[in-house]
């Protein structure tokens, strides 16, 4: 058995990685907060922008807030026409080529949140098996 006096462990990047994310603090951040905080951060933010902006272009043909009729049934019928073929509607895809207010005509706002939405969830889910240590 060797004993080393006065020397430190070796760490790696991937340590000091890994210590930071499971230092305590108020809002626990970990691995799986990695997964979680921009993907959640974006869905909120496609639903809150699609639902404030997208849709009251739709009902008024202006961009307003909440409180000059904002439509919520037309979240519904502005998700991704079944004859694209799929469901993800890239912004620079062949459908929308690089314009947004295109990509959010045909409903790519919409699959947008739902993938960051799933993400975000499958983020969630994995902060539930958190190991103890």
Known sequence: MTIAVGRAPERGWFDVIDDWLKRDRFVFVGWSGILLFPCA???LGGWLTGTTFVTSWYTHGLASSYLEGCNFLTVA?????????HSLL???????????????????????????GAFGLIGFMLRQLK???
Do not use: K
């Open 131 to 133: 190991s103890p240590v």
């Open 77 to 85: 019928v502005s998700s991704p026409a079944n004859a694209f073929g």
């Open 41 to 43: 951060y974006m869905a």
């Open 90 to 116: 890239f912004l620079w895809g062949p459908e929308a080529q690089g314009d947004f207010t295109r990509w959010c005509q045909i409903g790519g706002l919409w699959s947008f949140v739902a993938l960051h």
